[in-house]
């Protein structure tokens, strides 16, 4: 299954926290290898799941409950949680023992900040970026697009981008670009904040 945990530390007026650059944290938990005592494993309460709108019956809508995001998903797929540094998290949408599936990490992020190919390399200068693009998601959101690799799993496509005091990075298979695409064609903030 899925995850592998990269840490990095963003310099500037504070020093915050991004975790996977590049990365997916996709080799303990979702490949089979058991909880992390590091990084503890939650439940979400049903009630963060509910009928999907737009992508219709064979997905499901799942609204975070702390960060206010929603987005559609196969009802496939299992959701795992795991609690972070720094009040981050990571969010694991995966196919039980098979290469389908997403995650995204949260972790806070100067308010204000522009995240850009140079400024991810600034504090990551090992990164890969490849092909990065500016792409607009779901409800009209500003991200970076681009693919990457993970010696664990291969080839990646990510998409970052941040929102109110957090950033948000998504990651998938590479072979799963379109799918995530349409995926995050339905993702929207329910102003929580």
């Excluded at 219709?56 to 795992?80: A, C, N």
């Excluded at 970026?129 to 697009?145: N, T």
């Excluded at 941040?162 to 799963?176: D, K």
């Amino acid at each position: 299954m899925f995850y592998s945990r990269k840490n990095k530390i963003i310099t500037g007026v504070t020093a915050l926290f991004l975790v996977g650059a590049g990365g997916f944290l996709l080799t303990t938990h979702l490949m089979g290898k058991g909880e992390n005592e590091n990084y503890p494993l939650f439940q979400f309460e049903e009630s963060v799941q509910s009928a999907a709108i737009v992508l219709g019956e064979d997905y499901q809508k799942f609204t975070h409950p702390d960060y206010g995001f929603s987005v559609e998903y196969p009802q496939e797929l299992k959701i795992k949680a795991f609690a972070e540094d720094k009040d981050s998290q990571t969010i694991v949408f995966q196919k039980e023992e098979e290469k389908f599936g997403f995650q995204i990490f949260v972790s806070p992020f100067e308010e204000g900040e522009v995240l850009t190919q140079e400024r991810i390399l600034e504090d990551l200068p090992s990164a890969i970026i490849e092909e990065p693009q500016e792409v607009i998601i779901g409800d009209g959101i500003h991200a970076l697009l681009f693919w990457s690799f993970d010696p664990t799993i291969g080839k990646t496509r990510e998409v970052w981008f941040p929102y109110q005091g957090y950033l948000y990075e998504i990651t998938t298979y590479a072979h799963l670009d379109i799918w995530l695409a349409q995926i995050l064609s339905t993702w929207s903030f329910n102003n929580l904040f």
